[in-house]
């Protein structure tokens, strides 16, 4: 379904592909599909992403408490930390720009918006939405 092609990183003037490297290892697949639907998003909102995670590999911290991969490892998620009124943008527009997969945390301190492009997730029909 996805593919994880060479990547022109001239394609998404607002990201670079250290941001979406796995934290824990630095391996990068993130998939194209994924960023183009993130770069059309950014453009018209047209204020900057603050990327928090992209690419997980299975050993990463995060990933290998759960019970199966999530989309994360699958290069098709990406978490964007904002909060307040561009929270609120992010989450009114991203399903025009087919985002399947919107994951709401607004409070504490890490507030972020997760983004997928999922069609089924851990059995899960999408679209869906849900709070952390």
Same mark, same amino acid.
């Given at each position: ?62 990933? +290998?408490?759960? &019970? ?6 699958? *290069? %098709?998620? /990406? ?10 943008? +992010?989450?009114? &527009? ?6 399947? *997969? %919107?994951? /709401? ?28």
């Amino acid at each position: 379904m996805f593919g994880f092609g060479k990547l022109d990183w001239s394609d998404y003037p607002n990201f670079s592909a250290d941001e979406f490297a796995c934290s824990h290892c630095g391996k990068n697949k993130i998939k194209k599909e994924l960023l183009d639907k993130l770069q059309e998003l950014r453009t018209y909102l047209d204020f900057s992403f603050v990327i928090s995670s992209g690419y997980r590999c299975s050993e990463h911290p995060a990933e +290998i408490k759960k &019970n199966t991969s999530g989309t994360h490892t699958q *290069g %098709i998620a /990406v978490d964007i930390l904002c909060r307040g009124d561009k929270a609120y943008k +992010i989450i009114t &527009n991203a399903g025009d720009y087919g985002f399947t *997969g %919107i994951g /709401v945390k607004q409070k504490g301190n890490d507030r972020f918006i997760h983004l997928d492009i999922a069609s089924l997730s851990n059995g899960k029909v999408r679209p869906t939405v849900w709070s952390y």
